[in-house]
Protein backbone atom coordinates (compact mmCIF):
# COMPACT_ATOMS: atom_id res chain seq x y z
CA UNK A 1 0.00 0.00 0.00
CA UNK A 2 2.99 2.34 1.13
CA UNK A 3 4.69 2.02 -2.55
CA UNK A 4 1.46 2.18 -4.27
CA UNK A 5 1.13 5.60 -2.80
CA UNK A 6 4.59 6.66 -4.29
CA UNK A 7 4.50 4.86 -7.15
CA UNK A 8 1.76 7.64 -8.91
CA UNK A 9 4.59 10.51 -8.52
CA UNK A 10 6.85 8.60 -9.67
CA UNK A 11 8.09 9.44 -13.45
CA UNK A 12 8.16 6.11 -15.93
CA UNK A 13 10.92 5.38 -18.10
CA UNK A 14 9.31 7.47 -21.38
CA UNK A 15 8.42 10.62 -19.13
CA UNK A 16 12.22 10.55 -17.52
CA UNK A 17 13.66 10.05 -21.30
CA UNK A 18 11.56 12.77 -22.42
CA UNK A 19 12.72 15.28 -19.70
CA UNK A 20 16.35 14.09 -20.57
CA UNK A 21 15.72 15.51 -23.53
CA UNK A 22 14.37 18.97 -23.25
CA UNK A 23 15.03 21.79 -20.85
CA UNK A 24 12.61 22.43 -18.86
CA UNK A 25 11.46 25.36 -16.03
CA UNK A 26 13.29 23.68 -12.83
CA UNK A 27 15.85 23.31 -15.31
CA UNK A 28 16.17 27.03 -15.88
CA UNK A 29 16.60 27.25 -12.18
CA UNK A 30 19.22 25.36 -12.21
CA UNK A 31 21.08 26.37 -14.94
CA UNK A 32 20.31 30.24 -14.15
CA UNK A 33 22.01 29.72 -10.48
CA UNK A 34 25.10 29.65 -11.77
CA UNK A 35 26.16 27.06 -8.88
CA UNK A 36 28.53 24.75 -10.88
CA UNK A 37 28.09 21.28 -8.56
CA UNK A 38 24.27 21.67 -9.61
CA UNK A 39 24.99 22.22 -13.40
CA UNK A 40 27.42 19.29 -13.68
CA UNK A 41 25.56 16.76 -11.88
CA UNK A 42 22.16 18.48 -14.33
CA UNK A 43 24.33 17.79 -17.39
CA UNK A 44 24.93 14.10 -16.10
CA UNK A 45 21.53 13.58 -15.57
CA UNK A 46 20.62 14.80 -18.95
CA UNK A 47 23.35 12.80 -20.98
CA UNK A 48 22.66 9.65 -18.95
CA UNK A 49 25.68 9.50 -17.15
CA UNK A 50 24.00 8.93 -13.94
CA UNK A 51 20.19 8.18 -13.22
CA UNK A 52 17.79 10.80 -12.46
CA UNK A 53 17.40 11.50 -8.66
CA UNK A 54 13.84 9.45 -7.74
CA UNK A 55 12.10 12.39 -6.12
CA UNK A 56 9.86 10.53 -3.93
CA UNK A 57 12.68 9.31 -1.47
CA UNK A 58 13.00 13.62 -0.90
CA UNK A 59 10.39 14.43 1.69
CA UNK A 60 10.05 18.40 0.57
CA UNK A 61 9.50 17.58 -2.60
CA UNK A 62 6.68 15.28 -1.82
CA UNK A 63 5.01 17.90 0.81
CA UNK A 64 4.84 20.10 -2.49
CA UNK A 65 3.32 17.39 -4.61
CA UNK A 66 0.54 16.45 -2.02
CA UNK A 67 0.11 20.07 -0.98
CA UNK A 68 -0.07 22.01 -4.69
CA UNK A 69 -3.53 21.00 -5.68
CA UNK A 70 -4.92 22.78 -2.20
CA UNK A 71 -2.68 25.00 -2.87
CA UNK A 72 -3.77 26.49 -6.25
CA UNK A 73 -7.33 25.68 -5.02
CA UNK A 74 -6.95 27.76 -1.80
CA UNK A 75 -6.22 30.72 -4.11
CA UNK A 76 -8.70 30.30 -6.50
CA UNK A 77 -11.42 30.43 -3.98
CA UNK A 78 -9.65 33.16 -2.07
CA UNK A 79 -8.94 35.51 -4.72
CA UNK A 80 -11.50 34.67 -7.47
CA UNK A 81 -9.38 33.33 -9.50
CA UNK A 82 -9.79 31.41 -13.09
CA UNK A 83 -7.00 28.79 -13.25
CA UNK A 84 -6.70 26.73 -16.12
CA UNK A 85 -4.04 25.13 -17.94
CA UNK A 86 -3.23 22.84 -15.07
CA UNK A 87 -0.83 20.39 -15.49
CA UNK A 88 -0.64 21.23 -18.97
CA UNK A 89 2.58 20.68 -21.35
CA UNK A 90 4.12 22.71 -24.03
CA UNK A 91 7.28 22.71 -25.95
CA UNK A 92 8.37 26.19 -27.89
CA UNK A 93 7.58 26.70 -31.39
CA UNK A 94 10.26 28.61 -31.51
CA UNK A 95 12.91 26.40 -29.42
CA UNK A 96 11.99 23.07 -29.38
CA UNK A 97 14.38 22.13 -26.97
CA UNK A 98 12.38 24.53 -24.38
CA UNK A 99 9.56 22.52 -22.43
CA UNK A 100 7.25 23.28 -19.46
CA UNK A 101 4.59 22.09 -17.39
CA UNK A 102 2.27 24.51 -15.87
CA UNK A 103 0.85 24.32 -12.56
CA UNK A 104 -1.12 26.63 -13.80
CA UNK A 105 -2.83 29.65 -15.86
CA UNK A 106 -4.93 32.49 -13.95
CA UNK A 107 -6.82 34.09 -16.97
CA UNK A 108 -8.27 37.00 -14.58
CA UNK A 109 -5.07 38.58 -12.87
CA UNK A 110 -5.89 42.23 -13.23
CA UNK A 111 -7.57 41.46 -16.68
CA UNK A 112 -4.49 39.62 -18.04
CA UNK A 113 -3.05 35.44 -18.44
CA UNK A 114 -0.60 35.08 -15.67
CA UNK A 115 1.60 32.03 -15.10
CA UNK A 116 1.42 30.21 -11.78
CA UNK A 117 3.67 27.96 -9.96
CA UNK A 118 2.87 26.69 -6.67
CA UNK A 119 5.15 26.02 -3.96
CA UNK A 120 6.06 24.55 -0.94
CA UNK A 121 8.29 25.53 1.82
CA UNK A 122 9.36 25.33 5.62
CA UNK A 123 10.92 29.05 4.95
CA UNK A 124 13.46 28.40 7.23
CA UNK A 125 16.36 31.12 7.70
CA UNK A 126 19.80 29.49 5.55
CA UNK A 127 23.22 30.32 7.11
CA UNK A 128 23.69 34.17 7.53
CA UNK A 129 20.08 34.90 6.63
CA UNK A 130 17.65 36.57 8.57
CA UNK A 131 13.69 35.75 8.73
CA UNK A 132 12.97 38.69 6.10
CA UNK A 133 15.61 37.40 3.70
CA UNK A 134 13.84 34.15 3.09
CA UNK A 135 11.00 35.04 0.82
CA UNK A 136 13.32 37.58 -1.18
CA UNK A 137 15.72 34.65 -1.81
CA UNK A 138 13.07 31.88 -2.78
CA UNK A 139 11.73 34.51 -5.32
CA UNK A 140 14.57 35.01 -7.12
CA UNK A 141 15.53 31.41 -7.03
CA UNK A 142 11.85 30.75 -9.12
CA UNK A 143 12.11 33.40 -11.16
CA UNK A 144 14.07 31.70 -14.03
CA UNK A 145 11.23 29.24 -13.79
CA UNK A 146 8.25 31.64 -13.99
CA UNK A 147 10.14 33.84 -16.86
CA UNK A 148 10.48 30.45 -18.76
CA UNK A 149 7.15 29.10 -18.68
CA UNK A 150 5.58 32.32 -19.32
CA UNK A 151 7.62 32.72 -22.42
CA UNK A 152 6.85 29.36 -23.45
CA UNK A 153 2.87 29.84 -22.55
CA UNK A 154 3.13 33.58 -24.61
CA UNK A 155 3.95 31.12 -28.33
CA UNK A 156 1.05 29.20 -27.45
CA UNK A 157 -1.47 32.17 -26.37
CA UNK A 158 0.12 34.38 -29.66
CA UNK A 159 -0.39 37.20 -26.83
CA UNK A 160 2.29 38.68 -24.72
CA UNK A 161 2.53 37.18 -21.11
CA UNK A 162 3.30 39.89 -18.83
CA UNK A 163 2.49 38.36 -15.12
CA UNK A 164 4.28 35.71 -13.04
CA UNK A 165 2.76 34.46 -10.17
CA UNK A 166 4.42 32.50 -7.51
CA UNK A 167 1.55 30.96 -5.04
CA UNK A 168 3.95 29.58 -2.15
CA UNK A 169 2.67 27.55 1.15
CA UNK A 170 5.48 28.22 4.14
CA UNK A 171 4.87 26.05 7.00
CA UNK A 172 1.86 25.34 7.85
CA UNK A 173 0.55 28.55 7.08
CA UNK A 174 -1.69 29.67 3.72
CA UNK A 175 -0.59 30.06 0.73
CA UNK A 176 0.87 33.97 0.03
CA UNK A 177 0.98 35.33 -3.39
CA UNK A 178 3.95 37.21 -4.69
CA UNK A 179 3.91 38.58 -8.01
CA UNK A 180 7.19 37.69 -10.23
CA UNK A 181 8.50 40.34 -12.62
CA UNK A 182 8.35 39.03 -16.96
CA UNK A 183 11.13 40.63 -18.36
CA UNK A 184 11.76 40.20 -21.98
CA UNK A 185 15.45 40.42 -22.03
CA UNK A 186 15.76 38.41 -18.80
CA UNK A 187 13.98 35.61 -21.13
CA UNK A 188 16.54 36.24 -23.77
CA UNK A 189 19.32 35.70 -21.46
CA UNK A 190 17.57 32.48 -19.99
CA UNK A 191 17.08 31.33 -23.70
CA UNK A 192 20.68 32.10 -24.26
CA UNK A 193 22.49 30.37 -21.34
CA UNK A 194 19.94 27.24 -21.92
CA UNK A 195 20.92 26.70 -25.22
CA UNK A 196 24.78 26.87 -24.96
CA UNK A 197 23.65 24.01 -21.73
CA UNK A 198 21.10 22.13 -24.06
CA UNK A 199 24.74 22.06 -27.18
CA UNK A 200 26.82 20.96 -24.80
CA UNK A 201 24.72 17.93 -23.25
CA UNK A 202 24.02 17.14 -27.60
CA UNK A 203 27.48 17.19 -28.01
CA UNK A 204 28.49 15.68 -24.46
CA UNK A 205 30.78 18.30 -23.65
CA UNK A 206 30.74 19.46 -20.05
CA UNK A 207 29.60 23.18 -19.70
CA UNK A 208 31.87 26.04 -18.48
CA UNK A 209 31.19 28.02 -16.20
CA UNK A 210 27.74 29.75 -16.67
CA UNK A 211 27.13 33.56 -15.58
CA UNK A 212 23.77 35.08 -16.35
CA UNK A 213 22.49 38.35 -15.21
CA UNK A 214 20.73 38.81 -12.17
CA UNK A 215 16.75 38.09 -12.21
CA UNK A 216 14.71 41.86 -12.76
CA UNK A 217 13.30 43.07 -9.72
CA UNK A 218 10.04 44.78 -9.60
CA UNK A 219 9.84 48.21 -9.12
CA UNK A 220 7.26 47.73 -6.06
CA UNK A 221 9.97 45.67 -4.59
CA UNK A 222 12.76 47.99 -4.71
CA UNK A 223 14.35 49.48 -1.62
CA UNK A 224 17.03 52.54 -1.33
CA UNK A 225 20.39 51.49 -0.16
CA UNK A 226 22.97 53.23 2.01
CA UNK A 227 26.23 52.93 0.41
CA UNK A 228 28.23 54.65 3.02
CA UNK A 229 29.92 51.74 4.20
CA UNK A 230 31.04 49.98 1.03
CA UNK A 231 34.65 51.05 0.08
CA UNK A 232 34.33 50.42 -3.44
CA UNK A 233 31.35 52.69 -3.81
CA UNK A 234 33.55 55.41 -2.03
CA UNK A 235 36.30 55.15 -3.86
CA UNK A 236 34.21 55.41 -7.36
CA UNK A 237 32.30 58.26 -6.24
CA UNK A 238 35.59 60.37 -5.15
CA UNK A 239 36.75 59.89 -8.30
CA UNK A 240 33.25 60.24 -9.92
CA UNK A 241 33.24 63.97 -7.97
CA UNK A 242 36.73 64.76 -8.75
CA UNK A 243 36.59 64.44 -13.03
CA UNK A 244 32.59 65.61 -13.18
CA UNK A 245 33.73 69.48 -13.62
CA UNK A 246 36.78 68.40 -16.09
CA UNK A 247 34.34 65.93 -18.06
CA UNK A 248 32.26 68.53 -18.40
CA UNK A 249 34.29 71.60 -19.77
CA UNK A 250 35.92 69.05 -21.77
CA UNK A 251 32.56 68.63 -23.40
CA UNK A 252 31.90 72.09 -23.62
CA UNK A 253 35.58 72.80 -25.22
CA UNK A 254 35.10 69.96 -27.93
CA UNK A 255 31.82 71.43 -29.38
CA UNK A 256 33.61 75.02 -29.30
CA UNK A 257 36.36 73.55 -31.37
CA UNK A 258 34.13 71.92 -33.69
CA UNK A 259 32.04 75.30 -34.05
CA UNK A 260 35.91 77.02 -35.14
CA UNK A 261 35.95 74.14 -38.40
CA UNK A 262 35.59 76.11 -41.56
CA UNK A 263 32.34 74.92 -43.59
CA UNK A 264 34.77 74.13 -46.40
CA UNK A 265 37.62 72.22 -44.15
CA UNK A 266 38.80 68.63 -44.73
CA UNK A 267 40.05 68.48 -41.44
CA UNK A 268 41.90 70.96 -39.09
CA UNK A 269 44.81 70.84 -36.81
CA UNK A 270 46.80 72.53 -34.46
CA UNK A 271 47.64 72.55 -30.71
CA UNK A 272 47.62 68.77 -30.46
CA UNK A 273 44.68 68.51 -31.79
CA UNK A 274 43.08 66.96 -35.32
CA UNK A 275 39.48 67.22 -36.17
CA UNK A 276 38.22 65.06 -39.12
CA UNK A 277 34.98 65.80 -41.54
CA UNK A 278 33.56 63.27 -42.59
CA UNK A 279 31.25 62.89 -46.20
CA UNK A 280 28.31 64.08 -44.21
CA UNK A 281 29.96 66.69 -42.19
CA UNK A 282 30.46 64.93 -39.03
CA UNK A 283 33.27 65.54 -37.08
CA UNK A 284 35.55 63.69 -35.11
CA UNK A 285 38.00 64.84 -32.62
CA UNK A 286 41.16 63.21 -31.58
CA UNK A 287 44.79 63.73 -29.70
CA UNK A 288 47.64 64.43 -32.10
Not at 199 to 208: A, M
Not at 261 to 271: E, L, Q, R, T, Y
Request: with cysteine; hydrophobic share 35%.
Amino acid sequence: MSNAYFEKYKFDAAELETRRSFIGGSDANIIASGKADAIDKLFLQKTGAVESEDLTNVFPVMLGNVTEELNIEWIARKYGYNITNRQSVYVSKKHPFMRCTLDGVIENFDNEYAVLDAKYTMGRPQADETWSDVMPRLIKSYTPQINWNAYILSEHLDKPVTRGVLSIIRAGNEPVIEEVAIDENYQAELIRVATYFHSCVQLGISPEEIITDEPPVPPEDRKPYDMDGNEDWKRCADNYIQTKGAALSNKEYETKLKSLVPSDAKHCFGHGINIKVAKNNRKTIELL
